[in-house]
């Protein structure tokens, strides 16, 4: 059977309770859940760096945010094209590739795409209306909206490629991006409806740590006339100004949403037209989540759940049966390693993630993941403290550290070290973490010790991270009494002092040696 193709959508803080076939109760997408209702939807893909272009690098070379160097949005931190991606070793086997849309990882010197034979992206975010486009280095406005010209240049790439073959598109569109623009066609769209709001929109984030409080992203402070498009109406009270801003942001989020419905239609509909379903595989994702007033919150960074979780839903007849669905545990860093799979290439050994092709054929490996690692650098980002952590499928253990530490776009401004976790089971919605409850004593003593494994695994030795370990395993000690006996926890404290001691002597030592990692 020859190589498959690769249609690869993905849009820019589309959440996946904003798409019908994931349940949305606030908007329909017909053409997405044609992918899903032909296909396979996954139910628990996750990014490990909750932020565009840290993200939309990891995808790229399925490594984490500090092995691929893009941290933060910062120009300094931008992408050195230069290393390793999956479309340039797609492109080395004889793959025509492409990427058209927003890319935003940087432009010009090591930064502009490489290992595509086009590329016509937009500059930094880009506009809604009559962007500024750079094809091949040469930059050019063409009129129109943002969603219709990139699905517009992404079939004229395909009408135009080699039949003989195999290609790789990758078509990443701006919407729904802040600011929200919408076309003339879906502007009037839930005009005359009021949208629902969320659950958690009132939360007053009492019961978790001060880190949600404190975030600067809050839909009746944060946005602004910029946002709304128009001064509110006179004499609201703060809890109706908060309910009409709501209304203003959502619909035209949702109004962005439509476009890009529509235009992964077309993209259908060409598919079917041009004989090509059969052998292509076709992708839509978004390169986060996005809070939708949950927690009050517009914007993404933090691990919980809306701004944690990815949409991902795949067609492919050839091995997806049509209609399913899967849970297992899936993060960005998978999708590299997934196409390299279907292209029938070896991956290298230092990619941080694992095909999903058996997942996609209804088997899960025995030894698949059970849990992941999440580090969001980008310290004070719209307010909300640096952090990383681990989720299972039950289970959420965030440790907010609080430190810029010299990375590039982050705010030199700490912040309280505290920790949080959530049981998945019982609270979804992450409204009270269990951290300091003495039922999940063992709970916190087994994650915490997964949490440093975890950290090892993905090779995270940042300066922060080596002294993170000592209060690592400090809270296993502090853990250590619960119901144990007090010589249990005697010993444990006693490995738990062993440890700091250790690690202590190892930063002296690397700090002599002018070391800047840790030494194995």
Request: proline share 6%; with cysteine; charged share 25%.
């Amino acid at each position: 059977m020859p190589k498959p193709n690769i249609i690869f959508i993905m849009a820019d803080d589309h959440a996946s309770h904003a798409m019908s076939c994931y349940g949305s109760r606030i908007n329909e997408t017909p053409n997405l859940d044609r992918i899903a209702h032909e296909g396979v939807r996954f139910d628990n893909c996750f990014c490990t760096n909750s932020i565009c272009t840290p993200s939309r690098a990891t995808i790229l070379t399925g490594k984490h945010s500090h092995k691929n160097g893009v941290r933060s949005l910062a120009p300094a931190d931008m992408m050195d094209c230069r290393q390793w991606s999956f479309p340039r070793e797609l492109q080395r086997v004889g793959y025509q590739t492409a990427v058209i849309g927003k890319w935003h990882l940087g432009h010009g010197g090591v930064s502009d795409p490489q290992g595509f034979d086009y590329w016509n992206v937009l500059p930094d975010q880009g506009l809604y209306h009559n962007p500024e486009m750079i094809e091949m280095g040469q930059k050019k406005v063409i009129e129109g909206y943002v969603t219709d010209i990139i699905t517009d240049l992404s079939l004229q790439w395909l009408e135009d490629r080699d039949e003989k073959r195999p290609f790789c598109l990758l078509c990443h569109h701006k919407a729904p991006h802040r600011r929200w623009h919408p076309d003339e066609k879906h502007a009037h769209l839930y005009e005359d409806i009021d949208i629902p709001e969320p659950e958690t929109f009132n939360d007053d984030y009492a019961n978790r740590a001060s880190a949600a409080a404190a975030a600067t992203m809050r839909v009746d402070r944060d946005l602004d006339s910029e946002d709304f498009k128009q001064e509110p109406p006179p004499g609201l009270s703060p809890q109706q100004f908060k309910q009409w801003a709501y209304q203003r942001y959502i619909k035209d989020y949702l109004r962005c949403v439509a476009s890009i419905d529509d235009n992964v239609g077309r993209m259908l509909d060409y598919l079917a037209e041009a004989g090509l379903e059969e052998n292509t595989i076709i992708i839509y994702t978004s390169d986060q989540g996005f809070f939708l007033g949950d927690h009050g919150w517009f914007d993404k960074r933090f691990m919980y759940e809306e701004s944690l979780r990815m949409p991902f839903i795949v067609r492919y007849p050839a091995e997806i049966a049509p209609a399913t669905t899967n849970d297992d545990l899936v993060i960005n860093n998978d999708f590299a390693p997934t196409f390299l799979d279907y292209a029938g290439i070896d991956p290298p050994g230092d990619l941080q993630g694992r095909s999903i092709r058996p997942l996609l054929q209804g088997q899960t490996p025995a030894d698949w993941r059970q849990s992941f690692y999440y580090r969001y650098w980008m310290h004070l980002g719209h307010g909300v403290s640096a952090h990383y952590g681990l989720r299972t499928k039950r289970y959420k253990l965030i440790y907010y550290y609080g430190e810029a530490l010299d990375v590039p776009g982050a705010i030199d401004e700490p912040r309280p070290r505290e920790w949080e976790l959530f049981d998945l089971e019982e609270d979804p919605l992450e409204m009270n973490s269990v951290y300091d409850d003495p039922q999940y004593a063992d709970v916190v003593t087994e994650l915490t010790g997964e949490l440093a494994r975890l950290r090892d695994r993905v090779d995270d030795h940042s300066a922060h991270g080596r002294r993170c370990r000592c209060q690592l395993f400090a809270n296993l000690g502090a853990r250590g009494g619960g119901d144990r006996s007090k010589v249990v926890a005697g010993l444990v404290q006693s490995l738990a002092g062993a440890f700091q001691l250790l690690f202590v002597l190892v930063d002296s030592y690397d700090r002599a040696a002018g070391a800047g990692e840790f030494r194995r």
